[in-house]
């Protein structure tokens, strides 16, 4: 089935990191642009970063120059590495095939940064 499947959440203090990995399944993943989406309740959905087809990663202001997401098609996973995490990085992270405007989402994993 075609499925994408997140790991690598936690609870992880301040200035701490976590490496996210979303693994795919049921399609190749070189062909399809990947991102990583952020809730939080009451809030609006956050594209916390993007990886495109043609080579190109973007990702919010919020997280530039702490987190590097990259690819690994030939494990057919993609990582979101976090570092320097603080409060405003807690939220459920979901692998979304098509990123914000994906198709395929896969279950989340919880990423909680506190004291």
């Known amino acids: 089935q075609v499925q994408l499947v997140e790991s690598g959440g936690g609870l992880v203090q301040p200035g701490g990191s976590l490496r996210l990995s979303c693994v795919a399944s049921?399609?190749?993943?070189?062909?399809?642009?990947i991102g990583w989406i952020r809730q939080v309740p009451g809030k609006e959905r956050k594209e916390v970063s993007c990886?495109?087809?043609?080579?190109?990663?973007s990702y919010t202001n919020s997280v530039k120059g702490r987190f590097t997401m990259s690819r690994d098609n030939a494990k057919s996973t993609v990582y979101l590495q976090m570092n320097n995490l603080n409060s405003e990085d807690t939220g459920i992270y979901y692998c979304?095939?098509?990123?914000?405007?994906?198709?395929?989402w896969g279950q989340g994993t919880q990423v909680t940064v506190a004291s």
């Open positions: 979304v095939r098509g990123c914000f405007y994906g198709d395929i």
């Open positions: 049921g399609f190749t993943l070189d062909y399809y642009s």
């Open positions: 990886s495109s087809v043609d080579g190109s990663t």
